[in-house]
């Protein structure tokens, strides 16, 4: 009996680890973000884009309005990609389009506005990148659509005719 | 007057200093123990992306606050989730990680103990 113990349970041990390797190996290793976490919306303070004057984060959504933000730069390629489309969507006048410019010089991002149009009511500077690690975010582009002070969904990379009409089933 | 103003200036400055090079050891050892999300297999203290350089003014600002090590891996944690920390903590997601090696220590260990020394 006593010599029975020991292989069954070296199998057992390494039926174990084979398992849990087998399984891990299984699972993708590619880090996705978590999109559809309803969070609340960070406190941050901010300057306003033209004006420079200091504005709170809580000043800036109301409740009962739904807000799309999006972070742009003007150095950014795929932020020139979506810009026709934010500026479609606000036409439509669904939704509020907050922008949050980031990293940029203002003369460039004003550039920027002049060519292709400026979708946003409101934006807001990051001149460090810390308001948008505030929302989590890990670049440029990235658009949280808000509601109630919360964020609703997460939207990394540039959006597209795909996204934005998830979105306008979203805020339906 | 000399050495005076001399031992003056020392007393100013070194004690400054010290709390400096703290603060860089502490920040130096938190961005070590963040991961660079954007980058493959780079810490945020490793990487210079726009993101990790952020985070790392981010570290700064959090630590001037008075916040401690563990409340600046809690705050990363809810923005960005437990993938950030390179060293997880234990929870339902990595008991296995951490009760593993100790399980398998204490099973060799007593397949050891039975064959060995309970045969002499």
């Known amino acids: 009996m006593k010599n029975k113990i020991l292989p069954f349970s070296v199998i057992i041990i390494f039926g174990i680890i084979f398992f849990i390797f087998y399984k891990s190996l299984q699972d993708s290793k590619i880090y996705i973000p978590d999109v559809n976490a309803k969070k609340e919306i960070p406190v941050f303070n901010t300057k306003e884009f033209f004006s420079g004057e200091n504005v709170k984060s809580s000043s800036i959504f109301e409740l009962d309005k739904v807000y799309l933000l999006n972070i742009w730069s003007s150095w950014c390629v795929p932020c020139r990609q979506e810009h026709p489309l934010l500026m479609k969507l606000n036409l439509e006048n669904k939704v509020n389009i907050i922008g949050i410019n980031y990293k940029d010089s203002l003369k460039n991002a004003e550039n920027f506005l002049n060519e292709l149009g400026n979708p946003y009511k409101e934006i807001f500077t990051d001149l460090d990148g810390t308001i948008a690690i505030e929302w989590g975010a890990y670049g440029v582009p990235e658009s949280f659509l808000i509601y109630n002070n919360k964020i609703i969904k997460k939207y990394i990379g540039p959006l597209n005719q795909e996204l934005v009409d998830e979105i306008n089933l979203l805020i339906k | ?120």
């Open chain 2, 1 to 120: 007057m000399k050495f005076f103003k001399f031992f003056l200036i020392v007393i100013i400055l070194f004690p400054l200093s010290i709390v400096n090079a703290e603060d860089n050891d502490k920040r130096n050892k938190i961005t070590k123990n963040l991961r660079c999300l954007i980058c493959q297999g780079q810490s945020v203290y490793d990487s210079d992306s726009e993101f990790a350089n952020s985070l790392k003014i981010v570290v700064d600002k959090k630590l001037k606050e008075g916040l401690t090590e563990d409340q600046i891996y809690e705050y990363f944690k809810t923005k960005y989730g437990e993938w950030i920390l390179y060293d997880p903590g234990l929870n339902k997601n990595t008991y296995i990680l951490w009760l593993l090696p100790i399980l398998i220590f204490l099973i060799g260990g007593a397949i050891i103990y039975k064959s060995f020394i309970v045969k002499k």
